[in-house]
């Protein structure tokens, strides 16, 4: 079994940790400029898109499972559809938002209180970005599919080769053409389009066998439609409420100044590397509970989630450790401002802590996106933000600052883990009865 979840880990580790290296170069390129400005500019840009597209992941994560369910039922016709399913909101909401990008600039920047000079650069980043909607949302839909149909490998090699491409291409843009902040946004557009092509590719490469099983009528059979856009709802709320927490952390942050906001940029990144290597045996769970309960075995259900946790209790020891001996490295590596660092460094204990405190939560989710266990995962993510993330602020943010906002973030990270287990057998073992 543990060979089976490093089949699938490994390559989504490799593909995951491209993703915050990317935002870590993003930062190292506008940290390296001599103004603070580009770091919070970054930031800010971020956050937006972090609201728009993250509204989409549930497209990653409900056809991951239902695509997992119907490989481990050996449902060929439902493998197929439900990709098309994903394909055609993609399509849709990406239009939307290209449609409605200056509307959602002009809100995003009124609710975002930052100072002039940030804001400005903000703006140049977010316009040339919106403009990679269409492949960034697609490629969920076919990241998601992949995973489900227990291949990890075709998403690291798209990974690799669309991160290489976009740090090169920010990197020239950047540093060649005096683009700044622009330059970062432009590398980031051509580069989703090249893993677009790629992914298509690959479909059309190593799964063309599977077209004779789609059709218009069931792509859009009723029951499937409904039970489609019942997971992806609740997933969608869900996504809603972990966009609002980040968003939420970004905006005080900014308020604050300017410095901080740049500080939390800076230490939200040891968060986000945690987090991509904790996602990759996370989408392990996706795939294999999804099959194993697809395939109604419940041994082999139970054997991969108890060696999921083994996994998980040694990989956040293992950053625990990492992250007390060498955060103020990293921190040089992000950024040349003396400042920042040091500032920064009043924080770092909270980053140390939150390994240990979240990996509970990453690995549970992979679990209930496998079970299709959505409207679990929506509940548990509401009690989260409500009853722990937004009273811890409001309650430790005037005694302590910045400390309370980072406690707060903690706490949101463990209570999830803890209302997850608390649904566990609900979510779970209920799928065999």
């Known amino acids: 079994m543990n060979k089976r979840i490093l089949k699938i880990a490994l390559p989504n580790i490799v593909s995951n940790i491209t993703i915050p290296l990317l935002g870590i170069v993003d930062l190292a390129l506008m940290g390296h400029l001599g103004k603070v400005d580009f770091i919070g500019a970054i930031a800010l840009g971020g956050t ?24 481990g039922a050996r449902n060929l016709n439902e493998t197929i559809l439900s990709l098309s399913r994903a394909l055609l909101v993609a399509l849709i909401g990406s239009i939307f938002i290209l449609i409605l990008q200056k509307p959602i600039a002009d809100l995003s920047f009124y609710v975002i209180d930052s100072e002039e000079s940030v804001e400005t650069i903000a703006k140049s980043y977010y316009y040339v970005r919106v403009w990679a909607a269409p492949a960034t949302i697609g490629l969920y839909a076919l990241t998601g599919w992949f995973i489900g149909m227990q291949n990890s490998k075709i998403p690291m090699v798209i990974a690799i080769i669309s991160n290489i491409i976009n740090i090169a291409l920010s990197a020239f843009f950047v540093y060649g053409m005096n683009l700044d902040a622009r330059g970062v946004a432009l590398g980031t557009v051509i580069a989703q389009y090249c893993g677009l092509f790629l992914a298509l590719f690959f479909i059309f490469r190593f799964y063309r066998r599977l077209f004779r099983y789609w059709s218009i009528q069931g792509m859009m059979k009723i029951k499937e439609l409904k039970n489609f856009i019942a997971i992806n709802k609740d997933i969608f709320i869900r996504t809603l409420c972990i966009i609002f927490v980040f968003t939420f952390f970004t ?12 500080v939390n940029s800076l230490l939200l990144q040891f968060l986000f590397i945690f ?29 991969v989630i108890r060696l999921l946790f083994i996994w998980g209790i040694g990989i ?11 955060s103020n490295w990293i921190l040089s590596a992000l950024t040349n401002n003396k400042s920042t660092i040091l500032e920064a460094q009043a924080y ?26 959505s409207k679990y995962m929506r509940k548990t993510m509401m009690a989260s933000t409500l009853l722990v993330f937004i009273p811890c602020y409001y309650f430790l943010s005037e005694s302590f600052q910045n400390h309370g906002l980072w406690i707060a973030m903690l706490g949101f990270m463990l209570a999830r883990g803890i209302f997850q287990t608390i649904y566990y057998k609900k979510a779970i073992l209920l799928k065999f009865n």
């Not at 996370?282 to 194993?292: D, H, I, N, P, W």
């Open 48 to 71: 937006i898109f972090n609201f728009l597209y993250w509204g989409f992941a549930f497209l990653r994560m409900g056809t991951s499972g239902i695509t997992a369910q119907a490989y």
């Open 251 to 262: 905006t005080e942050s900014a308020s604050t100044n300017k410095n901080i906001l740049a």
């Open 275 to 303: 987090s991509y290597f904790m996602d990759g045996f996370a989408f392990a769970a996706e795939a294999l509970v999804g099959k194993f309960i697809g395939a109604k075995n419940q041994t082999g259900l139970r054997s």
């Open 316 to 326: 956040s020891l293992a950053f625990t450790f990492f992250y007390a001996a060498s």
């Open 348 to 373: 770092i204990k909270w980053i140390v802590l939150l390994p240990i405190l979240s990996f509970g939560s990453f690995l549970l989710d992979g679990i209930f996106i496998g079970a299709t266990a």
